[in-house]
């Protein structure tokens, strides 16, 4: 449910409970606002009701966390030891809210613990406020009437104004400083996060992508002498044709894996037919001359195509598309050999890989070129699949004017948003709309049935598309800008949108509802219509007091229920996913959170609370439930039911809290307002606005004093702790050389084994980690011993495990002497360090590590708690083949899909598959998927078993 629907349906219902111009002459009714929360309580009670019912029938949409194998062993959530409907609430409580960040990522953690923040934040505001302004505002003497009657509105001696103004100094105070301290916190929390060896291991982490490259720096050697401890350059080549062919070749491949399920499933439906036995079992050779197809189906059967559609020649697909790829697939070799050697011309663009985290930090961090916007450090960190590779090749000068024309459609659309919404308003209000403007009276000529799905239907789904059309066109702008990452799409998106929220949804809407109770009088009257307003504007609260309710009950149970996910894996999946590759590439993907659509709606729920904090207090115990309600629903989808599929580096968290501060100044602007309108009338006015207009002025110092002072140390990683954390490294590095002559090849970075294909000698040993890292030793702490060898899901994983290997872990529990706990040790606690005196034996009370985050949230700190985790573990060794191809242009390092058929018991698919063998360069196979009793496809084999599992896992891990 998003704002323009829930607003439509709550101005609606309260106008159905009060008469008209209600806003003039009373207060608005306490009955209109029970009228709207207690059909949503019963909406949310349903949902709520069906999910629990639910949830253990369809753990795939609930709980896929606590089992899929997409997902390592440390990165599930563990399930519930007691059954029934209600036995996973005890677990779901039991779990801290950092399980998160040191089982699945930064981004999401920091996504739950933002809405823990700003429930706080209203919560605090309750307790500064109500006991202050409650009485000042009951006892006003504005004769207001019910809800009103808390609100500023209410007050008619200035002299209390004293109040507000001294109020809005402590809880807007504290607000700044809650943003400071939650901002000293992230800062601390990322160094700790990307410094740990699970991620400061990955060739990611230690890649740089600069874009603008001059043409002579687009040369290995030159490249090399200007940056100090290079390992790897990817020189970004221009694959416009190559993208062509690529996609023709994995089109043609596609058709054909269809086409040849097609092919077997009506050879296996005639056999059911003819209730023949199987001819399999009387000694099938696949390798006979003949077609086994032609046994069962006719020639005519087969599956065909035409050229060109409608008129074009028609051909048999499973032999033409066979003969274009043995033509395609050896074009588009050469050309990928041509792009590997250099040959083709490059976009301006390089990866570089360094040796550590620390060269790639100090290499992001210079200025690379004496020219303006040449060479400049785009991404790092950034994932293959997460770079958006057409951008890589714009010049400066294109990104910044397509930035100009982004920023200034989108500015554009957000000011003008009302328009379209207005138009739809007017829709459902055609009736009254006729009584105005005569030339539509035809309308009413229309059936009534047709004229109740115009006026009813019709506008709430073009709201829906409105509302669901905002956040998509601003991340077309952004990619259309210039953004060279997702990432970077989702940060912008999270600027625009956020601008969008507070003016579209906030202040639209709070003076439009103002001004509209009293649009008569200033009709009438217009030299009163600062007063007018000064008076009604606080009565818009209201409004927002039922929308926090509306909003978080309804869309937390809408949020939990996930009814979309339902309907598309259980009707659309079982429609739609006839080919076992549909089936996998359904199962295998865990929904994901959009960070620029998500953050820029409850930050802007805050900065309302916020906003009317002071004029009408009421507000921020309504918000503190609704987001209450929101903390707990999104924590469980966290917890359970999605994934991290953009790794912004915890940076949408960072620019949420500063747009908090948006909240703060209009809070402010708010009070000065009103403090003005009323001083014109009563000087005593006059003190309570000057002490605003200072704490306004002081909120902006400070605001800029915070953000020069911080803001660099959100973006990069200072140059001290990549030295210690590099010192650190290297001393561990030769405690484990004095032990094993192998450790060389472990080290980040270096020649090693993540990728192996099947059959390839593992060269890695084992027992090079079994006690010799202190990092790992921490794990006992954390970790009890599986039975049987095996891993905990959500517990440390053995670190030495190849890509492509086994993994259930049992070779390196046998290896580690039979325990799940890594080194084969114990599960006691590790011996105290320096690093976790602070963070037990010092920890401090509540308020102690409220008030003082540099010191009891401090790096080290939070170093020593994460690293006593998976964390401490180095990614698995990469192989020569990975790391060559890691961020090469996936048209240039991509192989042909492996087609995947279904296995019948005639032996079609095997014929099949070792005829589509024989072009070169194409694999196939019929593993993992057959036909059941009834002749549909049934997809029975496992996920990491599948063909296409490899460059998942690859694309995890990189």
Same mark, same amino acid.
């Given at each position: 449910?998003?704002?323009?629907?829930?607003?439509?349906?709550?101005?609606?219902?309260?106008?159905?409970?009060?008469?008209?111009?209600?806003?003039?002459?009373?207060?608005?009714?306490?009955?209109?606002?029970?009228?709207?929360?207690?059909?949503? /309580?019963?909406?949310?009670?349903?949902?709520?009701?069906?999910?629990?019912?639910?949830?253990?029938?369809?753990?795939?949409?609930?709980?896929?966390?606590?089992?899929?194998?997409?997902?390592?062993?440390?990165?599930?959530?563990?399930?519930?030891?007691?059954?029934?409907?209600?036995?996973?609430?005890?677990?779901?409580?039991?779990?801290?809210?950092?399980?998160?960040?040191?089982?699945?990522?930064?981004?999401? =953690?920091?996504?739950?613990?933002?809405?823990?923040?700003?429930?706080?934040?209203?919560?605090?505001?309750?307790?500064?406020?109500?006991?202050?302004?409650?009485? @000042?505002?009951?006892?006003?003497?504005?004769?207001?009437?019910?809800?009103?009657?808390?609100?500023?509105?209410?007050?008619?001696?200035?002299?209390? =104004?004293?109040?507000?103004?001294?109020?809005?100094?402590?809880?807007?105070?504290?607000?700044?400083?809650?943003?400071?301290?939650?901002?000293?916190?992230?800062?601390?929390?990322?160094?700790?996060?990307?410094?740990?060896?699970?991620?400061?291991?990955?060739?990611?982490?230690?890649?740089?992508?600069?874009?603008?490259?001059?043409?002579?720096?687009?040369?290995?050697?030159?490249?090399?002498?200007?940056?100090?401890?290079?390992?790897?350059?990817?020189?970004?080549?221009?694959?416009?044709?190559?993208?062509?062919?690529?996609?023709?070749?994995?089109?043609?491949?596609?058709?054909?894996?269809?086409?040849?399920?097609?092919?077997?499933?009506?050879?296996?439906?005639?056999?059911?037919?003819?209730?023949?036995?199987?001819?399999?079992?009387?000694?099938?050779?696949?390798?006979?001359?003949?077609?086994?197809?032609?046994?069962?189906?006719?020639?005519?059967?087969?599956?065909?195509?035409?050229?060109?559609?409608?008129?074009?020649?028609?051909?048999?697909?499973?032999?033409?598309?066979?003969?274009?790829?043995?033509?395609?697939?050896?074009?588009?070799?050469?050309?990928?050999?041509?792009?590997?050697?250099?040959?083709?011309?490059?976009?301006?663009?390089?990866?570089?890989? /360094?040796?550590?985290?620390?060269?790639?930090?100090?290499?992001?961090?210079?200025?690379?070129?004496?020219?303006?916007?040449?060479?400049?450090?785009?991404?790092?960190?950034?994932?293959?699949?997460?770079?958006?590779?057409?951008?890589?090749?714009?010049?400066?000068?294109?990104?910044?004017?397509?930035?100009?024309?982004?920023?200034?459609?989108?500015?554009?659309?957000?000011?003008?948003?009302?328009?379209?919404?207005?138009?739809?308003?007017?829709?459902?209000?055609?009736?009254?709309?006729?009584?105005?403007?005569?030339?539509?009276?035809?309308?009413?000529?229309?059936?009534?049935?047709?004229?109740?799905?115009?006026?009813?239907?019709?506008?709430?789904?073009?709201?829906? &598309?409105?509302?669901?059309?905002?956040?998509?066109?601003?991340?077309?702008?952004?990619?259309?800008?210039?953004?060279?990452?997702?990432?970077?799409?989702?940060?912008?998106?999270?600027?625009?949108?956020?601008?969008?929220?507070?003016?579209?949804?906030?202040?639209?809407?709070?003076?439009?509802?103002?001004?509209?109770?009293?649009?008569?009088?200033?009709?009438?009257?217009?030299?009163?219509?600062?007063?007018?307003?000064?008076?009604?504007?606080?009565?818009? $609260?209201?409004? =927002?007091? #039922?929308?926090?309710?509306? =909003?978080?009950?309804?869309?937390?149970?809408?949020?939990?229920?996930?009814? #979309?996910?339902?309907?598309?894996?259980? *009707?659309?999946?079982?429609?739609?996913?006839?080919?076992?590759?549909?089936?996998?590439?359904?199962?295998?993907?865990?929904?994901?959170?959009?960070?620029?659509?998500?953050?820029?709606?409850?930050?802007?729920?805050? @900065?309302?609370?916020?906003?009317?904090?002071?004029?009408?207090?009421?507000?921020?115990?309504?918000?503190?439930?609704?987001?209450?309600?929101?903390?707990?629903?999104?924590?469980?989808?966290?917890?359970?039911?999605?994934?991290?599929?953009?790794?912004?580096?915890?940076?949408?968290?960072?620019?949420?809290?500063?747009?908090?501060?948006?909240?703060?100044?209009? $809070?402010?602007?708010?009070?000065?307002?009103?403090?003005?309108?009323?001083?014109?009338?009563?000087?005593?006015?006059?003190?309570?606005?000057?002490?605003?207009?200072?704490?306004?002025?002081?909120? &902006?110092?400070?605001?800029?004093?915070?953000?020069?002072?911080?803001?660099?140390?959100?973006?990069?990683?200072?140059?001290?702790?990549?030295?210690?954390?590099?010192?650190?490294?290297?001393?561990?590095?030769?405690?484990?050389?004095?032990?094993?002559?192998?450790?060389?090849?472990?080290?980040?970075?270096?020649?090693?084994? *993540?990728?192996?294909?099947?059959?390839?000698?593992?060269?890695?040993?084992?027992?090079?980690?079994?006690?010799?890292?202190?990092?790992?030793?921490?794990?006992?702490?954390?970790?009890?011993? #599986?039975?049987?060898?095996?891993?905990?899901?959500?517990?440390?994983?053995?670190?030495?495990?190849?890509?492509?290997?086994?993994?259930?872990?049992?070779?390196?529990?046998?290896?580690?002497?039979? $325990?799940?706990?890594?080194?084969?040790?114990?599960?006691?606690?590790?011996?105290?360090?320096?690093?976790?005196?602070?963070?037990?034996?010092?920890?401090?009370?509540?308020?102690?590590?409220?008030?003082?985050?540099?010191?009891?949230?401090?790096?080290?700190?939070?170093? $020593?708690?994460?690293?006593?985790?998976?964390?401490?573990?180095?990614?698995?060794?990469?192989?020569?083949? *990975?790391?060559?191809?890691?961020?090469?242009?996936?048209?240039?390092?991509?192989?042909?899909?492996?087609?995947?058929?279904?296995?019948?018991?005639?032996?079609?698919? #095997?014929?099949?598959?070792?005829?589509?063998?024989?072009?070169?360069?194409?694999?196939?196979?019929?593993?993992?998927?057959?036909?059941?009793?009834?002749?549909?496809?049934?997809?029975?084999?496992?996920?990491?078993?599948?063909?296409?599992?490899?460059?998942?896992?690859?694309?995890?891990?990189?």
């Amino acid at each position: 449910m998003d704002y323009f629907e829930a607003s439509r349906t709550l101005w609606a219902r309260q106008a159905e409970s009060t008469e008209a111009g209600s806003h003039r002459n009373k207060s608005s009714s306490v009955s209109a606002m029970v009228s709207t929360l207690v059909p949503t /309580f019963i909406l949310a009670l349903a949902l709520l009701t069906l999910f629990i019912l639910l949830r253990s029938k369809q753990a795939r949409i609930y709980a896929p966390r606590t089992y899929h194998d997409v997902l390592r062993d440390e990165e599930k959530t563990p399930k519930s030891q007691k059954g029934g409907m209600f036995g996973w609430i005890n677990e779901f409580r039991r779990l801290p809210d950092d399980y998160i960040m040191k089982h699945q990522s930064l981004d999401a =953690y920091l996504f739950v613990r933002f809405f823990k923040m700003i429930t706080v934040m209203c919560f605090v505001g309750c307790c500064i406020t109500w006991p202050v302004l409650f009485p @000042v505002n009951a006892t006003g003497g504005g004769g207001e009437e019910q809800l009103d009657l808390l609100s500023f509105s209410n007050v008619d001696d200035p002299a209390r =104004y004293w109040a507000h103004a001294a109020v809005a100094w402590v809880y807007l105070g504290f607000i700044m400083f809650m943003i400071t301290r939650e901002t000293i916190f992230y800062i601390n929390l990322r160094q700790a996060y990307y410094l740990a060896p699970r991620v400061s291991s990955r060739i990611s982490s230690r890649t740089v992508l600069f874009t603008s490259v001059p043409e002579e720096y687009l040369n290995e050697a030159q490249l090399r002498r200007t940056f100090d401890r290079v390992r790897h350059i990817w020189l970004s080549t221009d694959c416009e044709e190559l993208e062509d062919l690529v996609q023709e070749r994995d089109d043609t491949v596609m058709k054909l894996e269809k086409a040849e399920i097609k092919l077997i499933k009506s050879a296996n439906d005639a056999r059911l037919k003819s209730k023949a036995p199987p001819t399999r079992s009387q000694g099938f050779d696949p390798h006979k001359s003949g077609s086994a197809a032609a046994e069962w189906i006719s020639w005519k059967d087969r599956p065909t195509h035409r050229l060109k559609f409608l008129i074009g020649k028609k051909v048999d697909t499973v032999n033409w598309s066979r003969g274009h790829l043995a033509e395609l697939i050896p074009r588009v070799e050469k050309m990928q050999w041509s792009h590997r050697d250099g040959r083709e011309p490059n976009t301006g663009a390089a990866f570089i890989e /360094f040796e550590s985290l620390r060269a790639a930090q100090a290499a992001a961090q210079v200025t690379a070129h004496e020219k303006p916007n040449t060479m400049v450090a785009r991404a790092t960190g950034a994932r293959p699949d997460e770079i958006i590779w057409k951008n890589l090749g714009m010049s400066a000068w294109q990104r910044a004017v397509r930035g100009v024309v982004a920023n200034a459609f989108v500015w554009a659309m957000i000011i003008f948003w009302s328009i379209p919404v207005a138009v739809v308003g007017a829709i459902s209000n055609i009736n009254n709309l006729t009584d105005k403007v005569p030339w539509l009276e035809w309308i009413l000529d229309i059936p009534d049935v047709i004229l109740g799905v115009i006026t009813g239907l019709l506008p709430t789904v073009l709201l829906a &598309i409105l509302v669901i059309l905002v956040p998509i066109i601003c991340r077309l702008c952004a990619k259309m800008s210039g953004s060279v990452t997702l990432a970077d799409v989702e940060l912008r998106t999270q600027t625009w949108y956020f601008a969008f929220q507070v003016i579209q949804v906030f202040l639209v809407t709070t003076f439009t509802s103002g001004a509209a109770a009293v649009v008569t009088q200033i009709i009438d009257d217009p030299t009163a219509a600062p007063t007018l307003l000064a008076k009604n504007l606080p009565k818009a $609260s209201n409004f =927002y007091i #039922a929308y926090f309710i509306l =909003y978080g009950v309804a869309l937390s149970a809408k949020t939990i229920f996930n009814g #979309a996910a339902l309907v598309i894996f259980n *009707v659309l999946g079982r429609l739609l996913d006839k080919s076992p590759r549909k089936m996998y590439n359904r199962y295998i993907k865990i929904a994901g959170l959009g960070w620029g659509s998500l953050y820029p709606k409850f930050a802007n729920l805050a @900065v309302i609370a916020v906003a009317y904090s002071c004029i009408a207090p009421l507000v921020l115990g309504f918000a503190t439930i609704g987001l209450g309600f929101l903390y707990v629903a999104f924590r469980y989808n966290v917890f359970y039911a999605v994934d991290t599929t953009i790794d912004t580096h915890g940076q949408a968290y960072g620019r949420a809290l500063q747009q908090l501060t948006v909240g703060v100044y209009l $809070s402010e602007i708010c009070l000065i307002g009103l403090f003005a309108i009323a001083s014109g009338s009563d000087p005593m006015s006059s003190g309570p606005l000057i002490l605003t207009i200072i704490l306004f002025v002081i909120s &902006i110092l400070y605001h800029i004093k915070m953000r020069r002072s911080l803001h660099p140390l959100t973006q990069t990683l200072p140059s001290s702790l990549l030295a210690e954390n590099e010192a650190q490294t290297e001393r561990e590095r030769a405690l484990e050389e004095g032990e094993s002559s192998d450790a060389d090849s472990y080290a980040p970075g270096r020649d090693s084994t *993540v990728g192996l294909k099947p059959g390839e000698e593992r060269t890695v040993h084992l027992h090079k980690h079994n006690g010799h890292n202190k990092l790992a030793r921490k794990d006992h702490a954390h970790t009890a011993a #599986a039975p049987e060898g095996r891993q905990q899901p959500g517990a440390p994983p053995p670190p030495a495990k190849d890509l492509g290997r086994d993994h259930d872990g049992a070779e390196t529990a046998a290896a580690a002497g039979g $325990s799940g706990v890594p080194n084969g040790g114990s599960s006691k606690a590790p011996p105290a360090t320096s690093d976790n005196q602070m963070d037990t034996g010092k920890r401090g009370g509540i308020l102690q590590r409220f008030l003082n985050p540099a010191k009891y949230a401090s790096y080290h700190t939070l170093r $020593s708690s994460l690293w006593a985790t998976a964390l401490a573990h180095p990614v698995p060794p990469y192989s020569a083949d *990975v790391r060559r191809d890691a961020f090469l242009h996936p048209a240039v390092s991509s192989p042909p899909p492996v087609i995947w058929l279904v296995r019948d018991e005639m032996g079609v698919s #095997a014929q099949e598959c070792r005829h589509n063998e024989e072009v070169r360069g194409l694999r196939c196979t019929d593993e993992g998927a057959v036909f059941d009793e009834k002749g549909k496809v049934r997809w029975v084999g496992g996920v990491r078993e599948a063909p296409m599992w490899r460059r998942e896992e690859l694309r995890r891990m990189i």
